[in-house]
């Protein structure tokens, strides 16, 4: 009796289901790997290059910076809405126009969130960070960094739901006809 016992217990032991569940959406691992894409950019190359070779000081740090973030914003801007206008064309089957105010909140937010992405990027390359903030312990530094690297975080996440919000809106006005005639 104490063998059958023994048997069922260890079959009902095999049977169960051990459910892991997922911890992050396919949805949210595309957020996240964007933004990491944000952070690595191409153009910071030209940063090492000048490190490497001790060019950068903090007379021309300021100058530099400045050019590397807006030549990366510039580039991913336009990759953005490639991609953005290649989706709608996708999604609609046709040839949609794009107005000029989504056009240019689309470039302006993804503008910024990239230009603030690529000094958050800047910001170790080499104490660039001693020119500009040189009043603040490296401690306070460290606390401004995470705090700005969060708030653009943020601002990537409500930009990619604009983003999604917008294109909805497109293709719903590209479908309109359907809804009102009935006919596909």
Not at 50 to 75: G, K, P
Not at 162 to 182: A, C, D, F, R
């Amino acid at each position: 009796m104490n063998y059958l016992y023994y048997f069922i217990t260890q079959q009902m032991d095999n049977l169960r289901v051990q459910y892991t569940p997922r911890l992050m959406k396919n949805k949210n691992k595309i957020l996240i790997t964007t933004f990491i894409n944000r952070l690595s950019n191409n153009f910071l190359i030209i940063m090492f290059l000048l490190v490497a070779f001790d060019l950068n000081t903090c007379n021309n740090n300021f100058h530099i910076v400045l050019i590397i973030s807006l030549l990366s914003s510039i580039f991913f801007v336009q990759k953005s809405y490639k991609k953005f206008v290649a989706d709608i064309m996708y999604m609609a089957e046709e040839e949609k126009e794009i107005k000029i105010t989504e056009k240019i909140s689309l470039w302006t937010r993804e503008f910024f969130i990239q230009f603030v992405s690529s000094l958050l990027m800047l910001w170790w390359v080499d104490n660039v960070h001693e020119c500009f903030l040189f009043y603040m312990t490296k401690i306070n530094q460290g606390y401004t960094w995470i705090v700005i690297f969060v708030l653009n975080f943020i601002l990537h996440v409500s930009n990619a739901k604009m983003n999604l919000n917008q294109s909805e809106k497109i293709i719903k006005t590209v479908y309109q006809h359907v809804e009102t005639t009935g006919e596909v």
